[in-house]
């Protein structure tokens, strides 16, 4: 008896996985048959763009990696230097937007080589692509960002082991953290819109430079703020720290910034 059931278990699944199957080589099919099919000379072209964009940019990637080692260095003093760390963030915002630029005109070129046909092609794969990370977020996507977040918690429960932080410190800074948020809301929503309207403003038929180039000002202008901003939080944060706990603060956020984790401004 034990063996039927178990052979049927396995004709289910073997069943299941042939259907999965059929099914993604169906979705293959289609996603093929969307691709946008260029001409040979349409290929050449558009490498040479990625080619000229990668020239124009490598020297100022180099120099922004190299300002944000330095802030590191600089947010990991005993003391900040407010006006030196801003000073910083100003160079790498000018890096930053320039860089955009690039990336924006590297983009209308690309679009400009293409016909009417494969442009249209270009925004339905984007709209899929768009519905199919939408669909992410909602099943898988959700269940690892879920994950992320558990493990984010307890990192940060164990930091804030390590401080022994008192009751009146942790209710100081939840408090920080609170207001914080509730400053910067508002550029962080505006971000949203803006980057939302550059789609749009890149997706037009004749797209317009000079609202491109006032859409990236204003991006730029509002990541110089929330860096500024992040910068105080954190300085009001390092304030409430008695003198062994900013040595163990330091310590332990130089560890997560060089595991790709800087972000100790959000851990309270």
């Given at each position: 008896m034990k063996t039927k059931i178990t052979t049927s278990i396995l004709v289910a699944l073997m069943l299941i996985s042939g259907i999965s199957q059929a099914q993604y080589r169906k979705k293959t099919e289609g996603t093929k048959k969307a691709m946008i099919q260029l001409t040979e000379e349409q290929k050449k072209d558009l490498r040479a763009n990625r080619v000229e964009f990668s020239k124009a940019t490598i020297d100022v990637k180099n120099e922004l990696n190299e300002l944000k080692a330095y802030q590191k260095t600089l947010m990991s003093a005993e003391k900040l230097n407010e006006k030196e760390i801003f000073e910083n963030i100003d160079k790498m915002t000018v890096l930053k937007k320039r860089l955009m630029e690039e990336r924006i005109e590297m983009q209308l070129a690309c679009s400009g080589l293409l016909d009417d046909e494969q442009r249209m092609c270009k925004g339905m794969c984007s709209e899929r692509s768009k519905m199919r990370k939408q669909h992410m977020r909602h099943g898988k996507g959700q269940k690892q960002q879920g994950n992320r977040k558990a493990r984010f918690e307890r990192r940060k429960d164990r930091f804030k082991e390590a401080l022994n932080l008192s009751e009146a410190q942790q209710e100081q800074m939840k408090n920080l953290k609170r207001e914080h948020k509730?400053?910067?809301?508002?550029?962080r929503e505006e971000m949203q819109e803006l980057r939302l309207k550059q789609k749009h403003l890149l997706n037009d038929e004749k797209p317009n430079k000079k609202a491109i180039q006032s859409n990236i000002d204003r991006m730029s202008s509002i990541q110089n703020q929330l860096a500024k901003e992040r910068v105080l939080?954190?300085?009001e944060i390092r304030d409430i720290l008695d003198e062994d706990q900013l040595v163990l603060f330091l310590s332990k956020?130089?560890?997560m910034q060089k595991r790709g984790k800087n972000r100790m401004h959000r851990a309270f």
């Amino acid at each position: 008896m034990k063996t039927k059931i178990t052979t049927s278990i396995l004709v289910a699944l073997m069943l299941i996985s042939g259907i999965s199957q059929a099914q993604y080589r169906k979705k293959t099919e289609g996603t093929k048959k969307a691709m946008i099919q260029l001409t040979e000379e349409q290929k050449k072209d558009l490498r040479a763009n990625r080619v000229e964009f990668s020239k124009a940019t490598i020297d100022v990637k180099n120099e922004l990696n190299e300002l944000k080692a330095y802030q590191k260095t600089l947010m990991s003093a005993e003391k900040l230097n407010e006006k030196e760390i801003f000073e910083n963030i100003d160079k790498m915002t000018v890096l930053k937007k320039r860089l955009m630029e690039e990336r924006i005109e590297m983009q209308l070129a690309c679009s400009g080589l293409l016909d009417d046909e494969q442009r249209m092609c270009k925004g339905m794969c984007s709209e899929r692509s768009k519905m199919r990370k939408q669909h992410m977020r909602h099943g898988k996507g959700q269940k690892q960002q879920g994950n992320r977040k558990a493990r984010f918690e307890r990192r940060k429960d164990r930091f804030k082991e390590a401080l022994n932080l008192s009751e009146a410190q942790q209710e100081q800074m939840k408090n920080l953290k609170r207001e914080h948020k509730k400053a910067s809301q508002n550029l962080r929503e505006e971000m949203q819109e803006l980057r939302l309207k550059q789609k749009h403003l890149l997706n037009d038929e004749k797209p317009n430079k000079k609202a491109i180039q006032s859409n990236i000002d204003r991006m730029s202008s509002i990541q110089n703020q929330l860096a500024k901003e992040r910068v105080l939080s954190q300085k009001e944060i390092r304030d409430i720290l008695d003198e062994d706990q900013l040595v163990l603060f330091l310590s332990k956020a130089h560890h997560m910034q060089k595991r790709g984790k800087n972000r100790m401004h959000r851990a309270f």
